[in-house]
């Protein structure tokens, strides 16, 4: 189905949604997890606005149902960073910073810190300036909540890159996020 969408057949996505809905479901739970309290997203919008900007996906040139899912988390955060923007801007005057808390399978901080969800984005957005491929392992292992082999596959690299991608990463964003 995913091959069929990406050669132009709408019905394709139509068809493939009810099967992936579940997974989508998933992904978007552990990203509202680690949202604030009381976050004004609700997981069944937050598929719904991916969905959108999944039917207005112009690069459909799907690998596998892993890449497909890589590409859902990418959009997911973005949705969350933009939301995230929205209300630092209306809310108090723009005064109010949303914040997240880092889970333990990304230990950037103590685990009693939070992190700025939109200091993590611009910090994210400098890291792809120095190593792409390590923000592609930290919006799958983080975001997606992929395992490392998972995100190997997804990325079409081996274990042992994706493990020392992460950890790269996660140093680089510690030292950002600490200044």
Do not use: C
Request: no cysteine.
């Amino acid at each position: 189905m995913l091959r069929e969408w990406g050669d132009g057949n709408p019905d394709a996505l139509e068809a493939l949604m009810p099967l992936v809905y579940d997974e989508l479901r998933k992904q978007a739970g552990r990203f509202l997890r680690k949202e604030r309290p009381g976050h004004t997203l609700q997981t069944t919008a937050l598929i719904h606005e991916t969905y959108l900007k999944l039917v207005d996906q112009r690069e459909s040139n799907w690998a596998s149902r892993t890449h497909f899912f890589a590409i859902s988390a990418r959009l997911m955060r973005r949705i969350l960073i933009d939301h995230a923007r929205s209300k630092h801007r209306d809310k108090r005057g723009g005064s109010d910073a949303i914040r997240i808390t880092l889970d333990e399978s990304v230990v950037v901080l103590d685990e009693q810190e939070n992190i700025d969800l939109i200091a993590l984005d611009q910090a994210l957005e400098r890291l792809s300036e120095v190593d792409d491929q390590q923000v592609r392992v930290v919006e799958l292992r983080y975001f997606s909540g992929l395992s490392l082999e998972d995100t190997a596959a997804a990325l079409n690299i081996s274990r042992t890159t994706v493990v020392n991608d992460w950890r790269m990463a996660r140093a680089w964003l510690h030292r950002e996020l600490t200044r």
